[in-house]
Each structure stands twice: as C-alpha cells, then as structure tokens.
C-alpha cells in the first residue's frame, strides 16, 4: 500500500516529525551514555594518592598511608571502604577510622589514636572509655596506673581507682595499681611499693581506718612493708619485707 496515498499531509507531517524526534533522542541517549561513561571513567581512576590524617602519638602517617595504598587493587569507585576501615581498626592504636573519596583520585584516611590511661594487667592498656587493647608495650607505660579484674568490669575499676586516688591523696600516698578479683575483693598498690588487701566488704571505713593506723604507726616503715591486709575488724597484719613473720597493728 502506498503511504503517501493513504495519509494527508498533516498526518505525514506528524509522522516524520515522531521519527525526527525518536532518531534525535537515539542520538541524544548515545553521546549522553558515550559521555557518561567517559565520566565515570574520569572518576573511576586508580588512587593515585592516600593521604592520612589526624592526630598521631604512636601510630606512624606515612605507614599507614603506605600500608593501606599497598592494598588497593581496585579503582577509587570500586573501592570497599568498609572493609579498609574494618582493616584499619584491627591496628591496636587505631580507636576509629574513616575513609573518604577524593578528586583527582584519592583516598583521604582520617584517625583517632588509642590514648592510654591505664595498663591493663601485664599485657594490655585501657583507653579512657574503659575498652581494653594490646600494643606492643614500651617502656614509657610503666608510669601508668596498672588496673586488672573482670573484663566486663573496667569502667567500674577505672572510676574506683579515681576515688580511691583522690583519698589517698590527701594523706601524701598515691596509687599506682588496683585489682579487683572474680569474688569482688580489692587489692590496692601504693606509690611506696606497699600492697594493701582490702577485701570485698565496708571498703571505704577500712581504708579510713587503713590511713589512720598508716600516719600514726606505719609510715616511718613503710620502707620495710611488704604488705598489709586490712581484713580485720580491729586492727591490720603488716608484712615485713626483711622478715618471715606477721606483725598485727591494732
């Protein structure tokens, strides 16, 4: 059948206009697809630089920038930035990492250290929420507080330590060590080296009655003392360093 005989000008004219129309489009889609993936591909280049920031005591920036470049198999679009966060947080001094895209092609790692406030135990240190991790340990961390107990009991252990200090403070003593034992009893460790057993019940009025016996007895000696266990409705056991024997201090 003829096209030309079975429409009338207007409708050949709406005809070639649709087709016009539909062809621009297809054109339009193809370079607006052919520029989109050039774009993308603009943005989906390799990471040519990771840049580490934050503020830093123990962790070294430029071995962290290096560690983290050395594995990116991936250009920057493709990246799984959870994982590297979760990679990242696995470094002990590491509390918090985040990880943001930059253009050109870069990876922009920002840090929150671990500040230790106390050690834990022989092996670990304790940051100032109370949560437990394990560095390598330097020198420089003996002069920290040593704390150890129950794991799930370091935000408790933490806040005794810092009334206790505050008490002990007040009679010229300071507390370098608490431990708090499965069965809720405490053992205190003074800046003289001396140990103090104070045990699980009427902690406060023990140790009340602990630095009383300590000004007006013990302090000239607190060279020779080992030990004194305040356990004692009347009274504390003091032992000696140099002796094998017990010395009860009513």
């Known amino acids: 059948m003829n096209m030309s005989s079975d429409m009338n000008p207007q409708g050949l004219d709406r005809y070639w206009n649709t087709v016009v129309v539909l062809t621009l489009l297809v054109v ?16 989906n280049r390799p990471v040519a630089e990771v840049r580490v920031a934050g503020a830093t005591r123990h962790l070294d920036k430029v071995a ?15 990246l799984d930035l959870a994982g590297l966060q979760r990679e990242l947080v696995e470094d002990p001094w590491i509390h918090s990492a985040r990880l943001r895209r930059e253009w050109p092609p ?53 806040q005794q330590f810092h009334d206790l200090n505050r008490m002990f403070s007040a009679a010229g003593l300071r507390l370098t060590g608490l431990m708090l034992e499965t069965r809720g009893a405490w ?41 004194v266990d305040i356990r004692y409705t009347n009274g504390v056991a003091v032992s000696w360093r140099a002796e094998t024997g017990q010395e009860h201090a009513g």
């Open 28 to 43: 339009f889609l193809g370079i607006g697809s052919s520029m989109a993936m050039e774009f993308w591909r603009w943005l």
């Open 64 to 78: 962290v920038a290096e560690r983290v470049a050395a594995g990116l198999n991936r250009p920057l679009l493709e």
């Open 106 to 158: 870069a990876l922009e790692v920002e840090l929150e250290e671990e500040v230790p406030v106390a050690r834990w135990g022989d092996k670990g240190l304790l940051n100032h929420q109370g949560d437990i991790f394990w560095p390598r340990l330097k020198p420089e961390y003996a002069s920290l507080p040593r704390l150890s107990g129950p794991a799930h009991e370091t935000v408790r252990i933490m």
């Open 187 to 227: 053992t205190l460790e003074l800046d003289n080296g001396i140990r103090v057993v104070a045990g699980r019940e009427q902690l406060v009025p023990r140790l009340k009655r602990f630095l009383q016996i300590y000004r007006t007895r013990l302090a000239a000696d607190a060279a020779r003392i080992e030990q």
